[in-house]
């Protein structure tokens, strides 16, 4: 079974990776070819000249996105990554093991974490090494590293079914464009808010759990302890946080013309990166594109496309620039230091 989830995976990846790239190519052209010069262009060229042609048109949307546009996606960065290194803290408060550990360490810690993992896919595994390395360096142990590990993934799992519950009560009808891509979103608006006040209804009692204490779930000698209300509380605003964030990157990149409002980008987003990460595509790269699109027809997809492209360069590609260098510095540090205490002898 092992082997063949390990083929399996990133076959799916792959042909999800295809899928979008074709359906956005496609869109892309339509959308290109409305003007008839640049349509005439598209009729005689060939791909790489029709990817160029295209690729001049993003440009040109990416070019017109003011400073002050970039300037609220920056500060929208920001937010979002500060809120990422509170669910590092968040899950540290659970392990009652927060003593010791600055918040600036758990920022950096956090940081790297998540500008790999968002990157490179399979946060759980690329993410938790990171935090292996820097947590068990502070005296956590293997077990407690895999708590906080999975508490995080669970506090930003829980941030999304709660906000995306508030869109599907809000907005129900964002659902219905995405039937163009699958079938099985054509549902109507009171099956599609149905479905949020359930989702809403998983993180009240969610709550109630955390409110009632229920005993903690033993399995051998490993224990999982259910959150406290202060850490709930906690939860319910660190995982908004962080996804507002991130989709205000891409709010703040789009036209004001035809652009649906930010709860509209919120739910695409939110769509879009889930369905990104079940891909195990890599940044999410043409699934959310592809999502984008669809939810949002009334806004040029050159300039969908500029605005993700935005995203990248703010939420993945600075980020992973910025932490290569860091995860260098770390382990020159450790191997200094275990240079300077040798083992003992035994």
């Known amino acids: 079974m092992k082997r063949v989830l390990d083929v399996f995976w990133p076959l799916l990846g792959l042909v999800a990776v295809v899928w979008s790239v074709?359906?956005?190519?496609?869109?892309?052209?339509?959308?290109?070819?409305v003007d008839p010069a640049v349509r005439s262009i598209l009729e005689s060229g060939n791909l790489w000249t029709n990817v160029v042609t295209i690729a001049s048109g993003i440009g040109q949307k990416i070019a017109a996105i003011p400073p002050s546009g970039y300037l609220l996606a920056g500060l929208s960065t920001l937010l979002a990554y500060a809120a990422l290194a509170w669910y590092d803290r968040i899950a540290l408060i659970h392990l009652n093991r927060e003593k010791g550990i600055s918040w600036l360490y758990i920022a950096v810690c956090s940081f790297v974490t998540y500008a790999l993992s968002h990157n490179i896919g399979a946060s759980v595994f690329s993410g938790g090494m990171v935090r292996y390395r820097a947590y068990t360096a502070k005296g956590l142990s293997p077990a407690e590293v895999a708590l906080l590990v999975a508490l995080c993934s669970y506090t930003f799992g829980f941030g999304t079914i709660l906000l995306l519950g508030l869109v599907l009560v809000g907005e129900p009808h964002i659902l219905g464009p995405l039937s163009s891509l699958a079938s099985w979103f054509a549902i109507g608006e009171g099956t599609a808010r149905a479905i949020g006040f359930g989702l809403l209804g998983f993180c009240l009692l969610y709550t109630i759990g955390s409110w009632l204490q229920f005993k903690p779930l033993r399995i051998g000698s490993f224990e999982v302890v259910y959150p406290r209300l202060n850490i709930v509380a906690r939860q319910y605003v660190a995982a908004p946080l962080e996804l507002i964030g991130a989709a205000g990157i891409i709010y703040f990149a789009l036209p004001a013309e035809g652009n649906p409002g930010f709860f509209v980008v919120l739910?695409?987003?939110?769509?879009?990166?889930?369905?990104?990460?079940?891909?195990?595509?890599?940044?999410?790269?043409?699934?959310?594109?592809?999502?984008?699109?669809?939810?949002?027809?009334?806004?040029?997809?050159?300039?969908?496309?500029?605005?993700?492209?935005?995203?990248?360069?703010?939420?993945?590609?600075?980020?992973?620039?910025?932490?290569?260098?860091?995860?260098l510095l770390f382990e020159r540090s450790q191997l200094a230091q275990r240079a300077k205490d040798p083992p003992a002898l035994t």
């Open 22 to 33: 074709d359906l956005l190519y496609k869109k892309l052209k339509a959308e290109a070819a």
């Open 267 to 327: 739910g695409a987003f939110l769509l879009s990166f889930s369905a990104g990460l079940l891909s195990q595509v890599p940044g999410g790269v043409g699934v959310m594109e592809a999502v984008f699109l669809a939810i949002m027809p009334g806004v040029p997809a050159p300039a969908v496309f500029a605005a993700l492209l935005v995203w990248r360069l703010f939420y993945l590609i600075i980020p992973l620039v910025i932490s290569l260098p860091i995860v």
